[in-house]
């Protein structure tokens, strides 16, 4: 069983916040070469992105289920937040009741006492 104090949930949370910006950016990245023509360098990168992604959700404390069910949450917030930031694709209300409500989620399937 794995619980967690003040410091182990902002850890947590930050590990998603980094893999999440790593997927989000990686997938970007790659996007842009592959449909917009970019430069190989962008898919090198990206893919990278995407490796170093795939890494970070090791340095969780939950389980793989529990970890990855969890990211998905955050993975939607971010992927709004990232098309906000690059692409002028201003979130509606429902991307944030929908994102808050991911996130409801995401806490009660990573940070619930079991």
Do not use: H, N
Request: charge should be neutral; include cysteine; glycine fraction near 12%.
């Amino acid at each position: 069983m794995v619980s967690y104090d003040a410091e182990g949930v902002a850890l947590a949370i930050l590990l998603f916040i980094v893999a999440g910006i790593c997927e989000v950016g990686g997938g970007w990245l790659v996007w842009k070469w592959r449909r917009e023509g970019w430069s190989w360098a962008f898919f090198i990168l990206g893919s990278i992105l995407l490796v170093v992604y795939g890494i970070i959700p090791t340095l969780q404390r939950q389980t793989f289920a529990r970890t990855y069910a969890a990211y998905g949450g955050f993975f939607i917030v971010l992927s709004l937040v990232w098309g906000w930031i690059t692409e002028g694709a201003r979130p509606d209300v429902w991307d944030v009741v929908g994102s808050i409500v991911a996130l409801i989620g995401v806490s009660m399937i990573m940070f619930a006492r079991r």
